[in-house]
């Protein structure tokens, strides 16, 4: 692959960990479209490699991203139901205030559904922080996933030059 073209693949590479962080791109998805595409150009065995040893990365923190901060949220008894109502309120929120009404809309429907089922602020909230713990450790996993698959990315263009 011309270094130009290393250059664009780099570049999705960066914009799908930006998608990690800020949600309106699917950013583990374009992390692998733009490896996956790197291996198709280069058709050699460790181009394919790379991909693989990529893909398994990727998949592995998927698994975890879903995993472990879900069972941490259910051991802070934060309800399935207030996460919903949080995502809800997000996707209303990121409407009515571009990209910051997500994480406040977020906030606010967790926060309104445990309050709504408890009658309790100072347990409503101390579910809302740990449904919050539990996004960030959900996004961390990801990201090191991520990084991860980049870093794997940045040997195999190396090994392939």
Sequence with gaps: ??????????L??????????????P???????????????????????TLGVATALLLTAA???????????REAEVRTSSLVAGGGLGVVGFFV?????LPIGFVLGIYLAELADRRD????WLSTKHALKG????????MAGALLATVVWVIGVYLTQ
């Design 121 to 124: 602020r100072r347990v409503a």
């Design 63 to 73: 698994f975890i991203k879903y995993t472990w901060p879900v069972r941490r949220m």
């Design 135 to 142: 996004v960030a450790l959900s996004v961390g996993v990801e």
């Design 1 to 10: 692959m011309s270094t130009g073209g290393i250059v664009l693949v780099a």
């Design 97 to 101: 205030i571009p990209v910051l009404g």
């Design 12 to 25: 999705a590479i960066a914009v799908g960990i930006v998608g990690i962080v800020i949600p309106l791109l």
């Design 27 to 49: 950013g583990t998805l374009l992390v692998f479209g733009a490896i996956a595409v790197w291996a198709v150009v280069e058709r050699d065995v460790t181009a394919w490699v």
